[in-house]
T-cell receptor, first 112, second 113 residues
Framework: QKEVEQNSGPLSVPEGAIASLNCTYS??????FFWYRQYSGKSPELIMF????GDKEDGRFTAQLNKASQYVSLLIRDSQPSDSATYLC????????????FGTGTRLLVSP | DTAVSQTPKYLVTQMGNDKSIKCEQN?????MYWYKQDSKKFLKIMFS???????INETVPNRFSPKSPDKAHLNLHINSLELGDSAVYFC????????????FGNGTRLTVT
């Protein structure tokens, strides 16, 4: 089982819709979860992090965490074509030292 | 002013050669990383240094050797390059070892022919 799993997509949504990106992880002891956005040919950039169960909102982005189900999601409201990118879920593993493990990413396409 | 800069941006070389990638951060961060992103976009940590001390060394062939002369620099030297080394290599930094990578460099696309 992979440590962090994401559907590779592409996830296609029309402009203005809500995009829902999902991620599951295998290490029950993980405490910190991150979402990075990576535009094609560019480097990843950190857009959200969440530590506690529930929702965390930042502008049009909402991160959701359910530790019991080992599930993290990212919702993007009012999706824009400029949101088209690959979204990488990352989990901080406590393996004696803290190591960030990435999923393979979900490609999001927002059509005008 | 670039936060994390790595050079070169592109590197094309033949199998068996030795090459280096340099990375510098001007953020005053304590921790630096090297990540490898393969053709399927999977981003995997290779090494992490905290204040010049190696703290993460993943199962990377020993042909790869990181060097951190000071906490602002983390270079990657690769000996005897192989076709499978072709990938994009990202340098990154974080405030300290308790934080995830906050800033990534622009990447070095390595092509081994």
């Amino acid at each position: 089982q992979k440590e962090v799993e994401q559907n590779s997509g592409p996830l296609s949504v029309p402009e203005g819709a809500i995009a829902s990106l999902n991620c599951t992880y295998s290490d029950r002891g993980s405490q910190s979860f991150f979402w990075y956005r990576q535009y094609s040919g560019k480097s990843p950039e950190l857009i959200m992090f969440i530590y506690s169960n529930g929702d965390k909102e930042d502008g049009r982005f909402t991160a959701q965490l359910n530790k019991a189900s080992q599930y993290v999601s990212l919702l993007i409201r009012d999706s824009q074509p400029s949101d088209s990118a690959t979204y990488l879920c990352a989990v901080l593993l406590n393996t004696g030292f803290q190591k960030l493990v990435f999923g393979t990413g979900t490609r999001l396409l927002v059509s005008p | 002013d670039t936060a994390v800069s790595q050079t070169p941006k592109y590197l094309v070389t033949q199998m068996g050669n030795d090459k280096s990638i340099k990375c510098e951060q001007n953020l005053g961060h304590d921790t630096m990383y090297w990540y490898k992103q393969d053709s399927k976009k999977f981003l995997k940590i290779m090494f992490s240094y905290n204040n010049k001390e190696l703290i993460i060394n993943e199962t990377v062939p020993n042909r790869f050797s990181p060097k951190s002369p000071d906490k602002a620099h983390l270079n990657l030297h690769i000996n005897s390059l192989e076709l499978g080394d072709s990938a994009v290599y990202f340098c990154a930094s974080s405030i300290d070892r308790g934080w995830p990578p906050l800033h990534f460099g622009n990447g070095t696309r390595l092509t081994v022919t």
